[in-house]
């Protein structure tokens, strides 16, 4: 309510018996929940200038924070202090506002840094937290007590131009980039360390170990599947101590049921 542009006016007002100072704040909550409902169904203004080639992000980013701050004033006067007590409702709320939160912050690094070589990043974390926030805005919607509530729900998240979530092949072409483009991963990730032990240097070793052997990997792993043998499957290689040292670091990895006594 505090956040609200005129909730707390119309509660002063009315808790000071002001009429003209109530009518007012009502004229201007009708005037904002009418853009509001404007902007959630045929595009709200992108405020200030987005980079180019994140726009659409962006003007998706615009609508649904309409949509959101439209939901709000719905579920507020819909239910009205019965939506404190709902709690799963308005915690609802507050997810979708992180999300939002994100996708702002997303846009807005990618803009400050001007990065071109981080713009598949950048519209990727825009997407995944577009597609939260929807989400989450749905499922407050389908869970409103009354019928009547959820089709006014329905309405406001119609015409809404969906961003479908990273399709595997797109998550794995970002996976190769963060593994090929050191730099992208010291960008995205500068306090990362190299573990001192357990699984997680076993694979870092494991992963250097396959870099330098490159598409030999494939061939011994094939190789070790055949003679169960790391030494056998290393033996014909052009590197075999480099080959026999990958094929054991890999295997320390996957070996997840070998505990120590």
């Known amino acids: ?49 987005p980079p180019p080639a994140l726009r659409m992000e962006a003007r998706m980013l615009a609508r649904l924070s309409a949509k959101y701050a439209l939901t709000c004033d719905l579920a507020m006067g819909l239910l009205g202090g019965k939506l404190k007590r709902m709690e799963l409702l308005s915690a609802r709320l507050g997810d979708c506002l992180a999300h939002l939160y994100m996708a702002s912050a997303c846009l ?16 990727a ?63 995205l990730c500068p306090d990362v360390q190299t573990p001192g032990n357990g699984g997680l240097l076993d694979l870092m070793r494991a992963l250097e170990l396959s870099e330098q052997l490159g598409e030999e990997t494939t061939e011994l792993n094939k190789l070790v599947r055949r003679t169960r043998s790391f030494e056998e499957a290393a033996r014909g290689s052009p590197n075999p101590d480099l080959s026999l040292a990958y094929l054991r ?13």
């Open 249 to 261: 670091a890999a295997n320390r990895v996957i070996q997840v049921d070998d505990f120590a006594p």
């Open 125 to 187: 974390a825009l997407r995944v937290q577009l597609d939260a926030a929807e989400e989450v805005l749905r499922d407050l919607c389908a869970n409103l007590p009354a019928p009547a509530h959820r089709l006014i729900g329905a309405l406001v998240l119609s015409r809404t131009a969906h961003l479908a979530p990273l399709r595997d092949g797109q998550m794995l072409e970002l996976a190769k980039l963060l593994r090929t483009g050191r730099a992208a991963m010291n960008r």
């Open 1 to 49: 309510m505090r956040c609200h542009p005129f909730v707390m006016q119309e509660m002063q007002a009315v808790a000071a018996h002001d009429e003209e100072a109530l009518g007012q704040a009502l004229l201007g909550h009708a005037r904002h929940a009418a853009r509001n409902f404007w902007d959630s169904l045929f595009g709200a203004p992108v405020v200030g200038t």
């Open 108 to 123: 807005w690094r990618y803009a400050a840094e001007a990065d071109d070589t981080m713009l598949p990043f950048a519209r």
